[in-house]
């Protein structure tokens, strides 16, 4: 079976296992280094962007995640989970993976108290999804590679750039988990390749 783990410094983690659970795959938590071994998959939920950027200095696990990128790790950040994907931070050097050619600006759609919630179109998932923004950032640059998967007000929300997937928002706060059945499509991709299959 494939096991999903889930970056448990910060954020939805439950959420996000539960969304994967229901999809009938394992998943486990990922605090350092040595869990990450095992995954098939990593997703990185939302929380405070700077703390999760040191914590994953501070626990080794910015290097191993890149290693094990680098061997064809399909990996999904959402909220601030884009943000430690992304090349390019707008205005800041706070510690990122960089695994993405994007450029994201935090908190682009304002403070806590302007979290909102919006019906939006995903590329290749038919009816609208229910998208939960909360101090979400935007992508404000998109490398050739890059495929911009879904938009709001004009700009990009959800990309995928080959095993690498961000999205601004929050699926793992809706009941609606087609997106994290995208990102599972992508590690039994990625998994069978490795196989062989």
């Given amino acids: 079976m494939v096991r999903i783990g889930v970056l448990s410094y910060q954020g939805a ?4 296992i ?7 795959m394992e998943a486990v938590k990922i605090r350092d280094a040595r ?5 098939d998959g990593l997703i990185l939920p939302g929380g405070e962007s700077t703390t999760h950027g040191k914590l994953l200095v501070k626990y080794g696990l910015d290097e191993a995640i890149r290693e094990r990128a680098s061997r064809g790790m399909p990996v999904f950040g959402t909220c601030t989970g884009i943000i430690l994907l992304a090349r390019e931070i707008v205005g800041s050097d706070q510690p990122r993976l960089g695994l993405m050619d994007i450029a994201v600006e935090r908190n682009a759609f304002g403070r806590q ?4 919630e919006a019906d939006i179109e995903v590329d290749g998932l038919g009816d609208l999804f229910p998208a939960v923004f909360i101090r979400a950032p935007v992508v404000r640059r998109v490398g050739p590679r890059v495929k911009v998967l ?3 007000q004009g700009d990009p929300v959800m990309v995928r750039e ?8 929050h699926p793992e706060l809706t009941e ?3 997106i994290h059945e995208y990102f599972l499509g992508m590690v039994e ?3 069978s390749h490795r196989a062989g299959k």
């Fill in 13 to 16: 983690v439950s959420e996000h």
């Fill in 18 to 24: 539960d969304s994967v659970r229901r999809l009938g």
């Fill in 35 to 39: 869990a990450l071994e095992g995954v």
């Fill in 113 to 116: 108290v302007d979290s909102f």
């Fill in 150 to 152: 879904a938009r709001w």
């Fill in 162 to 169: 080959g095993q690498f997937l961000g999205c601004a928002f």
């Fill in 176 to 178: 609606d988990t087609r």
């Fill in 189 to 191: 991709e990625a998994h």
